[in-house]
């Protein structure tokens, strides 16, 4: 790769993984791209040191313009947006996917759009924890209210719109414009729709989100100019 003109084809972010700070932009300017365990035999393209990762754990081959992945027999398998691939079969990428490894400790945003210096991860709330917290948390969406460790707590007319809209696409990455619009559906304007809601208005949203329900409750993440994403295992009836 030293030497080589980077082409603007596709990225991968780090969300968390070690050694990796969150963040991290790998671009996939080569025809394939090894992500794998670094090992004295190996040092793959992307390389995380969680003993939970296979040497080789899967491959991303430019095919045809498309960044299509293959799981290279992994023993802990590959998940895309919650699904467990099958090993050594194709599957071909798209914007926003989420790849996770290693039940989550790993976790991966894919995009083609490639990122100048000023895209980058916001881990809004990326916490020392390794491995997702399994909260008693429970949604009762009827009465709009959450039960947070036997706590009842009202959620107003926003934060029920925003934790639905990210609970309806959990673990994937939500765009900016589809939240505004699903959160602010008196704000569109102009001939295409667009929201004229701003991003201080989304964040402050958010803040106050994690700071009603605790910081932990609802795991958001951000890709700054590009949407937010909600981890969860949520119950919710």
């Known amino acids: 790769m030293e030497g080589s003109i980077l082409e603007n084809f596709a990225c991968l972010y780090i969300v968390r993984g070690e ?59 590959t998940e895309i947006n919650g699904v467990l691939l099958t090993p050594h079969t194709p599957y071909t990428l798209k914007n926003f996917d989420i790849i996770k490894l290693s039940k989550g400790m790993t976790v991966i945003h894919f995009s083609y759009m490639f990122a100048d210096q000023t895209l980058e991860f916001e881990p809004l709330s990326i916490t020392s924890h390794l491995e997702m917290p399994e909260l008693p948390l429970t949604i009762h969406w009827e009465r709009r209210e959450c039960v947070v460790e036997g706590k009842r707590i009202l959620m107003s007319e926003k934060e029920y719109l925003l934790i639905r809209v990210l609970h309806d696409h959990a673990n994937r990455l939500v765009p900016l414009e589809e939240i505004k619009s699903k959160v602010w559906p008196e704000r569109s304007t102009g001939a295409e729709g667009f929201s004229d809601v701003t991003l201080d208005e989304l964040n402050a949203l958010i803040y106050r989100v994690r700071k009603k ?25």
């Not at 190996?42 to 491959?59: G, M, Q, W």
């Not at 991303?60 to 992994?74: F, N, T």
């Not at 329900?213 to 009836?237: C, D, N, W």
Request: aromatic fraction near 10%; charge should be neutral; glycine fraction near 8%.
């Open 19 to 77: 050694p990796y700070r969150p963040g991290t932009c790998v671009n996939l300017s080569e025809d394939e791209t090894l992500v794998g365990r670094v090992s004295n035999q190996l040092t793959p393209d992307l390389a995380f040191t969680n003993a939970f990762i296979s040497r080789e754990h899967f491959v991303i081959r430019k095919e045809q313009d498309k960044a299509v992945l293959y799981d290279l027999g992994s023993r802990h398998g």
């Open 213 to 237: 329900y605790g910081k932990a409750t609802f795991l958001i993440s951000a890709v700054r100019g590009s949407g937010y994403m909600l981890e969860t295992e949520l119950k919710s009836s």
